[in-house]
């Protein structure tokens, strides 16, 4: 057993959550997989209350540091939530399939007219991701247009075989004290820091 465990940078920084979800997740992640966990568990654990423990696991749950997964019983109508947490906000699997017609999260129009006429899957989750790098770091928040215009860029690095969570951490680690440009600078890690050697711009 380890007597200590490491947190991510992002999380420590992360304005979007309070130190009471950050503690809350700080001790979730050190727990076995499968570890059984009441509200009023972790309440008692903490010495808060546990209106104040339920606050912060719905904090965790809109950042996306906790999933909730609903699965069926073993008799009908049985159902019960299991909760995964992450030390990142985490990212939908890029998934592969048909494309289909999807809604710019950022500014309410199609991606079809987004993205001329074709749009994917993949490319919404892509999107999805840059968007949300203004949770955790404010300095990178990205226009709609930047957002669907740099989008086919992660899922390069994706088919390159780079997960999320190491794509978020080339974007976001040791950035300048002011970002003049947050699209430049994203554009920019992502062209330049490519798996496969620079893209052309």
């Given at each position: 057993?380890?007597?200590?465990s490491a947190?991510?940078?992002s999380?420590?920084?992360?304005?979007s959550?309070?130190?009471?979800a950050?503690?809350?997740l700080a001790?979730?992640?050190?727990?076995p997989?499968g570890?059984?966990?009441t509200?009023?568990?972790?309440?008692k654990?903490?010495k808060?209350?546990?209106?104040?423990?339920a606050r912060?696991?719905?904090?965790l749950?809109?950042?996306r540091?906790?999933r909730?997964?609903v699965?069926?019983?073993?008799?009908?109508?049985?159902?019960?939530?299991?909760?995964e947490?992450?030390d990142?906000p985490?990212?939908?699997?890029?998934?592969?399939?048909e494309?289909?017609?999807?809604r710019n999260?950022?500014?309410?129009?199609?991606a079809?007219?987004?993205?001329?006429?074709?749009?994917?899957?993949?490319?919404?989750i892509?999107a999805?991701?840059?968007?949300?790098?203004?949770?955790?770091?404010?300095?990178?928040?990205?226009?709609?247009?930047q957002?669907w215009?740099?989008?086919?860029?992660v899922v390069e690095w994706w088919?390159a075989?780079?997960s999320s969570?190491?794509?978020?951490?080339v974007?976001t680690?040791?950035l300048?004290?002011?970002v003049?440009?947050?699209?430049?600078?994203v554009?920019?890690?992502l062209?330049d820091?490519?798996?496969a050697g620079?893209?052309?711009?």
């Open positions: 057993m380890r007597a200590f947190l991510s940078h999380l420590l920084q992360d304005r959550i309070s130190w009471c950050v503690g809350v001790y979730l992640l050190t727990l997989h570890t059984h966990v509200v009023r568990a972790l309440a654990r903490g808060e209350d546990r209106g104040r423990i912060a696991l719905r904090e749950e809109e950042s540091y906790l909730r997964v699965r069926g019983g073993r008799w009908w109508g049985q159902l019960r939530a299991d909760y947490v992450f990142t985490y990212e939908d699997e890029p998934p592969t399939g494309p289909e017609k999807v999260p950022t500014s309410g129009e199609s079809e007219s987004a993205e001329s006429g074709s749009s994917s899957q993949r490319t919404l892509a999805r991701m840059l968007g949300s790098l203004a949770l955790t770091h404010p300095c990178l928040t990205l226009g709609a247009s957002v215009r740099l989008a086919p860029l088919d075989g780079v969570a190491q794509l978020r951490a974007l680690d040791e300048p004290r002011r003049h440009s947050p699209g430049a600078l554009e920019s890690r062209r820091h490519h798996p620079p893209t052309p711009a």
